[in-house]
């Protein structure tokens, strides 16, 4: 209940947009988070995270990384500069080898650009309209780790009937009864199913692939 208050309660309604998420912890408790808020222009940040870890000292680690970004935005709509504030921020309180990959999403929802900085996420999948596929890959290394590091940004645009998938490695690194790994391709495959569905759609797609492959297995 605790861990939930610090997930948004609503997604925000953007004209012309479709918006869904799905978070399904591991364990009771878990170090994967996102957050969505709106900067004083109309643009959008999404963040998509995830602390190396599991159970409680992962869910701390969250809250702590969560509060870091939403002060640093405050200040601050680049990506890039968010992310390296964060770092410098974390590093000394980061104990134990923890760490976090996180991906910053400035989202235009006027002409559809967005601009990106990715420390170690996994890259998210954007499926065009022509079944073509790319992925947003990482622009810097995870934070937590190392002080000062070089982290760059990338802008692309979106047109009207593209799709961006943003997922953590919950997803491509669960494993079936026969310890088979879900992996990258299987997912980008079942996104390749989902031409004609809305965001839910696409999510219970996915989530439902994972289900079937993952059988009985934790």
Same mark, same amino acid.
């Given at each position: 209940e605790?861990?939930?208050?610090?997930?948004?309660?609503?997604? &925000?309604?953007?004209? %012309?947009?479709?918006?869904?998420?799905?978070?399904?912890?591991?364990r009771?408790?878990?170090?994967? $988070?996102?957050?969505?808020?709106?900067?004083?222009?109309? =643009?959008? %940040?999404? /963040?998509?995270?995830?602390?190396?870890?599991?159970?409680?000292?992962?869910?701390? $680690?969250?809250v702590?990384?969560?509060?870091?970004?939403?002060?640093?935005? =405050?200040?601050?709509t680049s &990506?890039?500069?968010?992310?390296?504030?964060?770092?410098?921020?974390?590093?000394?309180?980061?104990?134990? %080898?923890? $760490?976090?990959?996180v991906?910053?999403?400035?989202?235009?929802?006027?002409?559809?650009?967005?601009?990106?900085?990715?420390?170690?996420?996994?890259p998210?999948?954007?499926h065009? #309209?022509?079944?073509?596929?790319?992925e947003?890959?990482p622009t810097?290394?995870?934070l937590?780790?190392?002080?000062? /590091? &070089?982290?760059?940004?990338?802008t692309?645009?979106?047109?009207?009937?593209d799709?961006?998938?943003?997922?953590?490695?919950?997803?491509? +690194?669960?494993?079936?009864?026969?310890?088979?790994?879900? %992996?990258? +391709?299987?997912?980008?495959? #079942?996104?390749?199913? #989902?031409?004609?569905?809305?965001?839910?759609?696409?999510?219970?797609?996915?989530e439902?692939?994972?289900?079937?492959?993952?059988?009985?297995?934790?």
């Amino acid at each position: 209940e605790i861990q939930t208050t610090f997930l948004p309660d609503v997604i &925000p309604a953007i004209l %012309g947009w479709d918006l869904d998420i799905h978070w399904r912890p591991a364990r009771q408790v878990g170090g994967d $988070f996102y957050d969505l808020f709106e900067f004083p222009d109309g =643009k959008i %940040g999404l /963040i998509m995270a995830d602390v190396a870890d599991k159970g409680m000292p992962a869910a701390l $680690f969250m809250v702590l990384t969560r509060t870091l970004i939403r002060a640093a935005a =405050k200040d601050n709509t680049s &990506p890039s500069e968010i992310l390296k504030q964060v770092n410098d921020l974390l590093v000394p309180d980061s104990k134990h %080898g923890m $760490f976090v990959t996180v991906l910053i999403a400035v989202i235009s929802p006027v002409d559809g650009s967005i601009t990106y900085a990715n420390a170690g996420h996994n890259p998210p999948i954007v499926h065009r #309209t022509d079944n073509t596929q790319q992925e947003l890959m990482p622009t810097g290394m995870a934070l937590g780790i190392l002080d000062k /590091i &070089p982290i760059k940004e990338n802008t692309i645009t979106v047109n009207p009937g593209d799709r961006i998938i943003f997922y953590t490695d919950g997803v491509t +690194e669960a494993f079936s009864m026969e310890d088979e790994m879900f %992996g990258v +391709e299987r997912l980008r495959s #079942t996104i390749m199913t #989902t031409k004609d569905l809305n965001a839910n759609g696409i999510l219970r797609t996915i989530e439902d692939a994972l289900s079937k492959f993952l059988g009985d297995a934790p």
